[in-house]
């Protein structure tokens, strides 16, 4: 069975995805996430970014550009355009259809306002594509005390989606999700951060995909598909600790901790470690390493292989729902450039960041390597491949 050649939510849900292209506002415009909920305004910036990920067949890469200014020394605003363009075909698509091209485009705006020991922010965000729109709102506030050495924040956001089909333009279906969290810094030395985070999700409506496929036994090593059915809720929580610890020679060890779980039976961990080194022979440079790892557990409802039709009434084969480890391995560079022709700005750095990921799926398997049927059905080799993610951006403030 063929079937179209379009899987766009399959981007949008994936883990992969959220792992690689978190670079948004928040953090182009954050030195570190421990730091970012103090009582204070974001510097003037202006943040040119490329953005480009390599893996499983698929090139994902685009722009983006992000402009925060104060204003009045109490309202910081800002606004950010951001583009993907997906070619290629990752092993979901090549299971069933075809490689395709498309592009995402995505605007947001936001605001924040400075009150004694407050920040009160709000943002908004529209994201578009050909089978796919994406509107979300969001509300926080942070607070200082015990003498600033406490920050507390709270927040909440509200999204709606509206889900089409590229080949039935009578299709559509919606979604929407709200996110509370709320998370609080310590300085308990002049050496050491901490951070406490928690965050819970709902999500309900249409949640699947509307192009995957599940497929199921008909026959002694015979099967066909059927399009995938989720259940319409989706309720989920995580937790994480961070702690940051400067060093004597201005260098900083960095590690993370998180605990995620949902209603679907999903379990995941995270860890990652990181270290910040700024070299002394080369004014200006800091080097990064870092090191993360996951493990996920599968959804109560994923199967490679149905043993039959209407087995479950409910049914997946993403492979973002199975079970899987993933490690991965970046490196960083920032190098403040001092140049009389850039004397107009405050400081301009450039940045390039690189990572290497490895997944390891354990229940997910390579029905691709079966076509010439090699392989008992439901006896294919597991799936694993390589990603390769880079982000160069430059940085000026003003």
């Known amino acids: ?78 606004g950010n355009y951001y583009v993907d363009e997906v070619t290629g075909a990752s092993i979901d698509v090549m299971s069933f259809g075809s490689a395709y091209v498309e592009e995402r485009e995505e605007f947001s705006f936001g605001a924040d306002y400075l009150y004694d020991k407050s920040v009160m922010s709000f943002s908004y965000t529209n994201s578009s594509e050909n089978d796919f729109d994406a509107e979300s709102y969001s509300l926080g506030i942070t607070q200082d005390f015990f003498g600033d050495l406490s920050t507390l924040s709270l927040g909440i956001s509200y999204g709606e989606n509206t889900v089409g089909r590229s080949d039935d333009p009578n299709f559509e279906e919606f979604s929407d999700s709200r996110r509370f969290r709320a998370g609080l810094t310590q300085i308990l030395t002049k050496n050491l951060i901490v951070s406490l985070n928690a965050e819970s999700v709902i999500d309900e409506g249409f949640l699947n995909n509307p192009y995957r496929q599940v497929r199921f036994l008909t026959g002694e090593n015979a099967a066909s598909t059927r399009s995938e059915l989720y259940p319409s809720t989706r309720n989920s929580d995580a937790f994480s600790i961070k702690g940051l610890y400067y060093l004597p020679y201005r260098a900083s060890v960095r590690a993370d901790y998180r605990t995620y779980s949902d209603s679907w039976g999903i379990e995941a961990e995270n860890y990652e470690v990181r270290y910040v080194h700024p070299v002394k022979s080369v004014e200006g440079l800091t080097l990064e390493l870092r090191l993360r790892t996951n493990d996920q557990t599968q959804a109560d409802f994923y199967f490679d292989l149905l043993p039959f039709d209407g087995a ?53 398997r390579d029905i691709t390597a079966n076509q010439n049927g090699e392989f008992n059905i439901g006896e294919e080799p597991l799936f694993s491949f390589e990603a390769d993610v880079i982000r160069l951006y430059i940085s000026f403030w003003y």
Request: aromatic residues 12%.
């Open 312 to 364: 479950t009434n409910f049914f997946a084969r993403d492979k973002e729902l199975s079970t899987f480890t993933s490690t991965q391995v970046g490196f960083g560079a920032t190098y403040e450039v001092k140049a009389k022709w850039l004397s107009g700005f405050d400081k301009t750095t450039i940045n390039l960041q690189y990572d290497r990921i490895e997944f390891d799926y354990d229940n997910f």
């Open 1 to 78: 069975m063929v079937v179209t050649n379009r899987f766009k939510l399959l981007m949008k849900k994936s883990a992969v995805l959220n792992t690689c292209f978190s670079i948004t506002a928040t953090l182009i415009l954050s030195v570190s996430s421990l730091l970012a909920n103090a009582a204070v305004l974001p510097d003037d910036r202006i943040d040119i970014l490329y953005h480009s990920y390599d893996g499983d067949g698929v090139k994902i890469d685009g722009p983006s550009i992000l402009v925060r200014k104060n204003i009045a020394e109490t309202v910081s605003v800002y």
